[in-house]
């Protein structure tokens, strides 16, 4: 059997440091398949011997570069692969195992940051309308579901991870055992959302013995993908045929309690946003604002 190489062992060590830090199981894996290409791009090139040169060249490649079928993979998609390099050999020079950085001179491409679509007041309303009117057997899970995440702004990968222990009516809170980071944070329960959660957990949809709060007909904890296919059945089902995703939800909740409270520091609390740069995105005005704002100059 042929011997790892080097940078096997110390991509191995380096994910092991990811998980004893408390990443999240899905950012180790992102992390993963992206060493995983470099390995196989340079699997016989010792570490302590990559040059930035050789480096850039894998950077440079088409495997990195482009998709399967040729064409440009996207700025944000080549900057993730970039962003995995750099924090590698970073750690392998904090480590010892290096004395020089070859991606020390790596830089990412410049690119605007992506705008997800928000609902509006409007839109949401006719949304829950149409699930609590329904007649579907899952349908008040889906209305509870959905409605925690409009209501509280968490992530989709934070509420199918929720417990019924995790929600605390006595003090008004959500309890998020391992947020995006590997942090343990709380979210407000709006008085409307506990009305809603009280119910759902009364109704026995959710196991009322501290597990999983969102499950499938079977039982099961719901994945990503099951969330999505009832987001964009509902959404089918209401005749919104706007482009929302269920991470429009997020960002909904901070589109409009920006627009309620002009508070940007607020908002950026709300969500768990650890850098107020990140929350600025929902203070942009939308077209239809911008129209009238200039109308009113004349």
């Known amino acids: 059997m042929k011997p790892r190489s080097d940078i096997s062992r110390a991509v191995e060590q380096f994910l092991r440091q990811m998980a004893a830090n408390g990443c999240a199981a899905l950012s180790i894996q992102t992390y993963r398949r992206e060493l995983l290409q470099l390995m196989q791009a340079l699997p016989d090139v010792p570490l302590s011997r990559l040059t930035p040169d050789r480096l850039n060249g894998y950077l440079a490649s088409t495997g990195v570069q482009q998709k399967i079928d040729g064409t440009p993979k996207q700025v944000a998609t080549v900057n993730r692969t ?48 149409i699930i609590r009117s329904s007649p579907y057997s899952l349908a008040d899970r889906d209305y509870a579901m959905f409605a925690t995440l409009a ?32 942090r343990r944070e709380h979210r407000y329960l709006p008085d409307r959302l506990s009305r809603i959660l009280s119910r759902y957990i009364q109704g026995c949809r959710g196991d009322p013995n501290g597990q999983t709060l969102f499950l499938t007909r079977d039982g099961q904890p719901l994945s990503p993908r099951a969330v999505q296919y009832r987001f964009a059945f509902w959404l089918r089902q209401a005749r919104i045929r706007k482009l929302v995703s269920v991470h429009s939800l997020r960002h909904t909740f ?45």
């Open 82 to 129: 970039k962003s995995v390099i750099r924090a590698f050999f970073r750690w392998c020079q904090q480590t010892g195992l290096i004395n020089r950085n070859p991606a020390a001179h790596v830089r990412l491409a410049v690119t605007a940051s992506p705008s997800t679509p928000h609902m509006t007041r409007a839109e949401l309303a006719r949304f829950f309308r």
């Open 254 to 298: 901070g589109t409009l309690l920006y627009q309620t409270t002009k508070d940007l520091l607020l908002v950026s609390r709300a969500l768990g946003h650890r850098d107020v740069k990140t929350t600025l995105r929902y203070a942009r005005p939308g077209d239809e604002i911008l129209a009238k704002a200039v109308d009113r100059m004349w």
């Open 151 to 182: 209501y509280t702004g968490i992530r989709l990968s934070d509420a199918i991870r929720l417990k019924t222990s995790d929600v605390d009516f006595l003090y008004r809170q959500l309890l998020l055992q391992h947020t995006k980071g590997g």
